[in-house]
């Protein structure tokens, strides 16, 4: 069974601080995606990594990759009260993006 | 273009009972995912249905069954519930055979069965 460990599993900070997440597995993935979800509502595609060692901003938002493409990690620049919500690591194996397995989560907030 | 919807958006059941879950893709995708996301947790794989067909299943039992219709959209079904299948189903539609596919969630249907 292929597992993607989390953490932390709960955040709660001040606007403005910087956090991370982690995403770790023991199995090696193809592509590796990062998602949001706010309550009632589906998980939101933020990017996708294929590459080993790849790095992608989203504006405040760095997405790495591992070299051994096992692990990512999510990182967040001055956090902002909407960046609130659950964040999800999914990995695939092989050409197909839909078959996904998912790690636990990580609930952030972020307190004016 | 409309993204991909679920019904209902709620629902209620008692053990033993039967349910179907529905869901539309959004238009021009062909491939139809299936995920449930208990309380607190992240969302786990059911089954992947693809041009009609299951294509691919995760660690369900058999009482989870599913179809896709020719325009792609998708129902899944879950006879004899028991109390841990209260939950939010997801279904997620994405076009395979693209370069890189990008899944496109619905949603989802909270269930709960009392």
């Known amino acids: 069974t292929q597992l993607l460990e989390q953490s932390p599993q709960f955040l709660s900070i001040q606007e403005g601080e910087n956090l991370t997440v982690y995403c770790n597995s023991s199995?090696?993935?193809?592509?590796l995606q990062w998602y949001r979800q706010e309550p009632g509502e589906g998980p939101v595609l933020l990017v996708t990594v294929v590459t080993g060692g790849e790095v992608k901003k989203l504006k405040r938002l760095t997405f790495q990759f591992g070299d051994a493409r096992k692990d990512s990690s999510l990182h967040i620049t001055a956090a902002q009260p909407g960046d609130t919500g659950l964040y999800l690591c999914?990995?695939?194996?092989?050409?197909?993006?839909?078959?996904?397995?998912f790690g636990q989560g990580t609930i952030l907030t972020v307190h004016p | 273009e409309t993204g991909v919807t679920q019904s209902p958006t709620h629902l209620i059941k008692t053990r033993g009972q039967q349910v179907t879950l529905r869901c539309s893709s959004q238009?021009?995708?062909?491939?139809v995912s299936w995920y449930q996301q208990a309380l607190g947790q992240g969302p786990q794989f059911i089954f992947q249905?693809?041009?009609?067909?299951?294509?691919g299943r995760g660690n369900f039992p058999p009482r989870f069954s599913g179809l896709q219709f020719p325009n792609y959209s998708s129902e899944l079904n879950v006879n004899a519930l028991e109390l841990d299948d209260s939950a939010l189903y997801l279904c997620?539609?994405?076009?395979?055979?693209?370069?890189?596919?990008?899944?496109?969630f619905g949603p989802g249907t909270r269930l709960l069965v009392l």
């Open positions: 997620a539609s994405s076009f395979s055979g693209g370069a890189q596919e990008t899944q496109y």
């Open positions: 199995s090696v993935f193809s592509s």
């Open positions: 999914a990995g695939s194996r092989g050409t197909s993006y839909g078959k996904l397995t």
């Open positions: 249905y693809y041009r009609e067909e299951e294509n």
């Open positions: 238009s021009g995708h062909n491939t």
